[in-house]
């Protein structure tokens, strides 16, 4: 970790399974629609790990700006490769749950290409995007 390199940390996670007596924040559910490509992926913020569920869908293929250069594109591959995404018609769904430090690192592997995600999740059941949430979060702290 004091050099930045985290490619021994295991980022597969567990099935959780809501816990009547959890607390509220531990089981807040964000979805990220994207109709163009026809992707519906959820996460849950636990832990301050963005926690993409299994079942959540992916682009095939990376996308973006910068090829196969770019952090972001090498992980989506990796992921393929490792089986975390798996091939599914014309997308990829995620094997098992999986842990991002950023929600725009999550948003990116789903859409295949750079996203911003504190616009791109959504708070489930709430239009309020993953950045507005927190900004309330933040406000009822002060």
């Known amino acids: 970790p004091a050099l930045g390199v985290y490619m ?3 980022k597969t996670r567990p099935v959780i399974v809501p816990n ?11 979805t990220l ?3 163009k490509q026809s992707l519906s992926a959820s996460a849950i913020l636990q832990d301050g790990e963005f ?3 299994a079942g959540s869908q992916a682009r095939l293929q990376w996308e973006g700006q ?4 770019t952090g972001y594109a090498t992980l989506h591959e990796e992921l393929r490769k ?7 018609g014309d997308h990829c769904i995620f094997t098992q749950n999986y842990a991002f430090k950023s929600t725009s690192a999550a948003a990116a592997i789903v859409n295949g290409r750079s ?9 489930n059941g709430n239009a309020m995007t993953y ?3 927190e900004a309330e979060q933040l406000a009822l702290t002060r």
Do not use: H, M, Q
């Open 33 to 35: 629609t994207n109709r």
């Open 115 to 123: 996203s911003n995600g504190t616009t791109a999740w959504r708070l």
């Open 8 to 10: 021994f940390d295991k």
């Open 131 to 133: 950045k507005e949430w």
């Open 66 to 69: 910068g090829g196969r250069e």
């Open 82 to 88: 490792s089986g975390v995404l798996k091939a599914n």
């Open 51 to 53: 926690i993409v569920e």
């Open 20 to 30: 009547a007596t959890a607390p509220k924040a531990s089981t807040l559910r964000f």
